[in-house]
């Protein structure tokens, strides 16, 4: 456990915190990423000592930032951010008080897209008409409102259109899971939207996912690196998932390492998605099997080849059906309708 864990982790003695969240426009248009490893480099000096974790999305010339620390914290620190010259006309879209969601210090994600600076500045508008009408949405709801929302026709026949199956892919070798969102994409014709994360110290990683309606349902289904199921932010949004599908490997040790580190992404879930692991051998199964079983986590096996994107996607998706939960549960909070994981 590292000390940001010991101090502000789910096991520490923290009460709630407060959480804001704001959209800001822009100032810079070139090197963005540059800039966004200098905000780094600040929010590192003044952000951690303070308790403060922060996560940070650039997309179609708009910043949308996400801060949980002490109270007193984050307001010192947004008075700070708000006099910045490198971004202006910020508006607040939600604020809460509540557990921590973002597990570590820094987050930040560049969403490369071809929508205009004007249609990200509609979303936030409406974001911010509802967040006014009293509706309130979680912070992860907010993030994939803001930066990825649900557009595919199917979703917006639905009443709520956010109401979708979300699935994450994720192989223990290769580039497995890329290439069966690939595949998706062809296979339904639609499009792939690319992402890069990054943590305080990680690398980049890439993230894709595809949208796409089946057997009467709206799916999104993420392909995410080994590597990146650390990240605060993959963490936060790891409870909106129905399912994690593990693409296993010949090698044994690659799959101790990919269960490892799932292990440690779902630490302190109360309520973590469902394990798929698609292995070409039932015999396979049986490590990773075992240690789902010592830490209590639903497994489920498929048997297909895991480097065969339609094989192993005609194994999973029989078991993804048999989800009973809503994709999106309302419950009643207070005078404000909450609604979870959206
Ligand atoms: C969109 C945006 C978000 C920022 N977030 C933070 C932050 O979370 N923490 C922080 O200290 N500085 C943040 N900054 C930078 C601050 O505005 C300011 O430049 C910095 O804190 C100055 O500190 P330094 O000179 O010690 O680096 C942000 C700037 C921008 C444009």
């Not at 879930?269 to 469902?274: E, F, S, V």
Request: charged share 20%.
């Amino acid at each position: 456990m590292d000390r940001w864990d010991q101090e502000h982790g789910a096991a520490s003695a923290e009460g709630p915190v407060a959480r804001i969240m704001y959209a800001s426009q822009a100032s810079i248009r070139h090197s963005v990423y540059q800039e966004m490893e200098k905000i780094r480099a600040s929010a590192l000096k003044h952000n951690e000592p303070a308790g403060i974790a922060t996560a940070l999305l650039h997309q179609s010339g708009w910043f949308v930032q996400w801060k949980e620390g002490p109270a007193a914290a984050v307001q010192k620190i947004m008075e700070r951010v708000a006099g910045d010259v490198r971004h202006f006309d910020l508006r607040i879209v939600h604020r809460s008080r509540g557990p921590r969601l973002l597990t570590g210090p820094w987050s930040m994600a560049i969403v490369q897209c071809q929508e205009t600076t004007a249609d990200m500045e509609l979303r936030v508008q409406q974001l911010k008409q509802q967040v006014d009408d009293g509706l309130q949405f979680s912070p992860p709801a907010v993030w994939r409102r803001l930066s990825t929302p649900m557009r595919h026709p199917g979703a917006m026949r639905q009443q709520d259109p956010d109401a979708f199956q979300r699935v994450l892919v994720c192989g223990a070798s290769g580039m497995g899971s890329f290439d069966m969102v690939r595949w998706l994409a062809e296979e339904n014709e639609v499009e792939v939207v690319h992402r890069r994360f990054a943590g305080a110290i990680e690398l980049d990683v890439g993230t894709d996912y595809v949208d796409f309606e089946q057997e009467g349902r709206v799916w999104r289904v993420i392909a995410m690196a080994r590597h990146g199921l650390h990240l605060p932010l993959t963490r936060a949004f790891i409870p909106d998932y129905s399912h994690v599908v593990l693409l296993l490997s010949v090698d044994a040790e690659r799959n101790e390492q990919l269960m490892q580190r799932v292990l440690r992404a779902y630490e302190f879930l109360n309520h973590p998605p469902a394990l798929i692991g698609v292995a070409s051998r039932a015999d396979m199964h049986a490590l990773p099997a075992a240690l789902a079983r010592r830490y209590g986590l639903p497994y489920l096996t498929a048997v297909a080849d895991s480097r065969d994107p339609e094989a192993s996607w005609a194994e999973v998706q029989p078991l993804l059906m048999h989800w009973q939960q809503a994709a999106n549960s309302s419950v009643i909070s207070g005078n404000s309708r909450m609604l979870v994981g959206q």
